[in-house]
């Protein structure tokens, strides 16, 4: 069954090799050198250049509507052969908010709580960005339930980076 993998950038490399992705999305500013890990094939490699910002910040890259729609467009067009695999820098906030939309935009039917306390279970520390989440949800037009879930499930547990997570796409 097709799944997301989700991990920050040091558990990058040998969470790749596990699970033997070949299509990744990067969420990190430009200003991040990031190798992409072998068996990644590059024309399905995405990496959207933005800051784990929810507020614009002079100088800094906020999640815009544009990285909304180009990350669910990536997702639609996943051969889900195997999994893909989704990280930012602590594998916390716009990975795990990365894997929620797309796990939305895959399942246009799915409960928007269910998805939430889902991701809740998979990963404790998982802080979803409040800025993608919202910009996500208008694009999805799930009329304020994602952010409303998002709300519901709350800021994760502290931790100081995330640990690597598999978020099913049909719960």
């Known amino acids: 069954m097709p799944h997301l993998v989700v991990c920050s950038l040091s558990h990058l490399v040998p969470t790749a090799k596990l699970h033997e992705a070949r299509e990744m999305v990067t969420l990190l500013s430009s200003e991040n050198d990031v190798q992409r890990p072998p068996g990644i094939r590059p024309d399905r490699h995405l990496f959207l250049d933005m800051n784990d910002i929810s507020i614009k910040v002079d100088g800094l890259h906020a999640p815009e509507e544009h990285h909304i729609a180009r990350l669910i467009d990536f997702a639609q067009e996943w051969d889900r052969s195997a999994p893909l695999l989704i990280h930012c ?27 939430a306390l889902e991701l809740r279970q998979r990963s404790p520390s998982a802080t979803p960005n409040a800025r993608m989440i919202m910009l996500a949800d208008r694009t999805l037009e799930r009329k304020g339930r994602m952010v ?15 640990m690597p997570f598999i978020m099913p796409l049909e719960l």
Do not use: C, K, Q
């Not at 820098?89 to 998805?115: K, V």
């Not at 879930?149 to 547990?157: E, N, Q």
């Open 89 to 115: 820098w602590m594998g916390i906030s716009r990975s795990t908010a990365a894997a929620y939309i797309i796990a939305s935009a895959l399942n246009p039917e799915a409960d928007e709580m269910e998805l």
């Open 148 to 162: 409303a879930a998002v709300d519901h499930i709350g800021r994760g547990a502290e931790a100081f980076e995330g």
